[in-house]
């Protein structure tokens, strides 16, 4: 996984709420056994036409934010599925941050899992964010995740919080599998006393 | 006197291997459920990483998203779908994992097979790379859905990191109406609470409504509680739970047996546990519900009309449901039961069991589908199938104008063949009415089982209990 520390870049604004994994990633893309190559298919449905034509008003398909590396929405984002394709289809395009008011909780996870960082803010602070989201090429925020900061292309800062743990793992980029394994003796203690008192488990 | 613990702080204080100084849990996954799509790239990374499958013996896996529900002697058509599940077969092969092959009776949507298995157990922590893993919660398990590098971390480790959750308690007083039933009650839930209610919370369902469930309309209940947005949905095991289980394949036997249910007699919540919230729905006062608009959320009573946007306070959602409307079609105050439909899906992990099967097949009998409306019945299982089959329910079906299909997730996604043409409106026993779910320019109407059957024989958006009379 890529470390996550500084970003800089242009966001792209998408007021809807309750934006849901399939409208990030549509089915018919989950058949893929790769965790790569889904950027081009991110917001398919509201991206393309049924004959694959670039709908020219939808945000990602406009110059200024062609290239944005943040996007701030509506409240409950990634609500739905539990693909993990959504957050890959993200990384793919390029957007590295998710600024909202909430976030689902299976979205909210993969994203760490995958170098992005999901951002929840109160919804006046999201508002502010919006705004300057839509001043599109010009307008860049920074997100610094050690001091948990939202530089605004004004120069004023909003803060945020993060989980400490997420945050650290985050900014190493630390591989999960790695760290529990380390933990190796634990389970196998935990596994000997959990066949004892319920054998049924297995 | 020990503090009083919920039925999900049991589960989970027995399931903790390690505790962090931050909080952060490892929680010990005893059962992981599989299926082709959000596995790949998890069995990928173990091989990548030269890592062995932990516990095979704890995982079992099947294909049920890409399944064809038409014959499938000549297997899939599709070639992305075709190599999904045969990259499940060869990972559970390479691995060591149990696997439920497309031919086997025993296959079917994870969440169906799982419980018919006795794979699902009281108290059991149980994950899946899906989000309707909620279903299990039925049994008095802790279960919730995964994303795929969480999968990889329990195939390689049997555990998870968490953190945990709130605790919410709904409890649904008295008695359900006729005609009403638990897809009602949850869909009454999730309109109550919005789709973002239950964030952050692990919601435990109590009641005289909730206790006179079968085990299938708990798993209804419990199945939708991530349309809540809530990690899981738990309800505490009792007698109805134990005579599910006895003697299913999976479940333990003889003196095993005895010691389990003596320990899964202790999984309720405690007298003055605390819960961080709780909603209580009186049973009497349910009606059934059907959605109008793009969010499980969106959902009134059949006796409603369609809603206008000037109805809502939020400006956030008057813009959703002015979106929600244009995408459905759909004029603010036209009486939901005018709403003419096109499709019928009844199936999928939500209402696609043999109860349901039965409860639709009842209404369907003598009654014919409407004219110019397409119904399929896609049976969560082979086992249900064949259940189905022996009780002479087919018959109704085919009878009525249904057709009857193989096992697996179909139309409630749309991933195999089964999809609903743009523009379609469609009232499915499924989950989700997103944009797109069903099919690109879809449109979902979520109803329970009956009232797919009264859609489907009167081309609309129907109120059962007018054809109960």
């Not at chain 1, 200024?64 to 993990?84: H, M, P, Y």
């Not at chain 2, 709780?278 to 059907?290: G, K, T, Y």
């Not at chain 2, 079609?329 to 096109?342: A, C, F, N, S």
């Not at chain 2, 449109?443 to 209990?465: K, N, S």
């Amino acid at each position: 996984m890529d470390k996550f520390t500084v970003l800089t870049g242009v966001a792209a604004p998408l007021a809807i709420v309750n934006i849901d994994t399939d409208m990030l990633i549509p089915k018919q893309f989950l058949k893929t056994i790769k965790r790569t190559g889904l950027g081009k298919n991110l917001f398919d449905e509201m991206r393309y036409t049924q004959d694959g034509k670039e709908v020219a008003d939808f945000v990602l398909n406009q110059p200024a934010w062609r290239q944005a590396k943040i996007l701030v929405a509506g409240k409950n984002f990634g609500c739905g599925s539990s693909r993990e394709h959504a957050p890959w289809a993200l990384l793919d395009f390029g957007i590295r941050c998710v600024i909202a008011p909430s976030f689902a909780d299976i979205f909210y996870n993969n994203c760490f899992k995958n170098g992005i960082l999901p951002i929840a803010l109160p919804q006046d602070q999201v508002d502010l964010l919006m705004d300057d989201a839509r001043k599109g090429a010009n307008a860049q925020m920074t997100i610094d995740l050690a001091a948990q900061t939202i530089k605004r292309p004004d120069g004023g800062t909003i803060a945020f919080d993060v989980d400490p743990f997420r945050k650290h793992c985050l900014l190493e980029g630390l591989d999960d599998i790695g760290l529990t394994l380390r933990k190796a003796a634990a389970i196998d203690g935990f596994e000997a006393r959990l066949r004892q008192s319920m054998p049924w488990v297995g | 006197m020990a503090k009083p613990r919920t039925l999900f702080e049991k589960i989970w204080d027995a399931h903790l291997v390690d505790v962090q100084e931050d909080g952060t849990c490892l929680l010990y996954i005893d059962r992981h459920l599989v299926h082709e799509v959000t596995s790949p790239q998890a069995f990928e990374g173990l091989k990548v990483a030269g890592r062995k499958v932990r516990r095979p013996e704890l995982v079992l896996a099947v294909a049920d998203h890409n399944v064809p529900t038409t014959d499938r002697s000549k297997g899939i058509a599709d070639p992305e779908s075709r190599i999904q599940v045969e990259t499940l077969e060869a990972n559970c092969r390479d691995f060591g994992v149990p696997y439920f092959p497309m031919d086997d009776i025993r296959q079917g949507v994870v969440h169906i097979v799982g419980p018919e298995q006795g794979f699902t157990l009281p108290g059991a922590t149980i994950v899946c790379g899906d989000s309707h893993t909620s279903t299990h919660g039925a049994f008095g398990a802790l279960a919730f859905g995964i994303g795929t590098s969480e999968v990889e971390h329990v195939l390689a480790t049997q555990t998870l990191v968490q953190k945990p959750a709130k605790a919410m308690l709904i409890r649904v007083d008295g008695a359900l109406p006729a005609g009403v039933g638990a897809k009602d009650i949850v869909l009454a839930v999730v309109g109550r609470i919005g789709t973002a209610g239950g964030t952050g919370f692990v919601v435990e369902f109590a009641g005289e409504a909730i206790r006179a469930l079968s085990m299938e309309g708990r798993m209804t209940v419990c199945n939708m509680t991530i349309e809540a947005g809530a990690r899981a949905g738990l309800i505490a095991p009792d007698e109805t739970t134990f005579a599910y289980l006895a003697g299913r394949p999976q479940a333990p036997k003889g003196a095993t047996w005895e010691a389990a249910v003596s320990y899964w007699k202790t999984l309720k919540t405690d007298e003055g546990a605390h819960f961080d919230a709780e909603v209580v729905i009186d049973a009497a006062s349910l009606v059934p519900m059907v959605t109008w608009g793009t969010s499980p959320e969106d959902v009134l009573p059949i006796t409603a009309s369609v809603p206008s946007p000037a109805d809502f306070a939020d400006e956030n959602k008057r813009s959703a449901v002015e979106r929600s409307l244009d995408y459905m079609g759909l004029t603010p105050g036209t009486p939901l039961r005018e709403v003419k439909i096109d499709r019928v899906f009844i199936g999928s992990c939500t209402n696609g069991r043999i109860e349901d099967l039965r409860a639709a097949a009842a209404l369907a009998k003598g009654r014919k589908v409407a004219a110019g409306v397409g119904a399929m019945v896609v049976p969560g299982s082979g086992l249900v199938k064949e259940q189905a089959e022996a009780e002479g329910l087919r018959e109704i079906f085919l009878e009525a104008g249904f057709e009857w299909r193989e096992p697996g997730c179909s139309m409630c996604l749309a991933m195999n063949a089964d999809r609903l043409e743009p523009g379609e409106r469609c009232a499915s026993t499924s989950n989700r009415n997103f944009e797109g779910r069903q099919g690109r320019g879809g449109r979902t109407h979520l109803v329970g089982p009956e009232m797919a059957v009264a859609a489907a024989v009167t081309g609309r958006l129907a109120d059962v209990r007018e054809l109960l009379k």
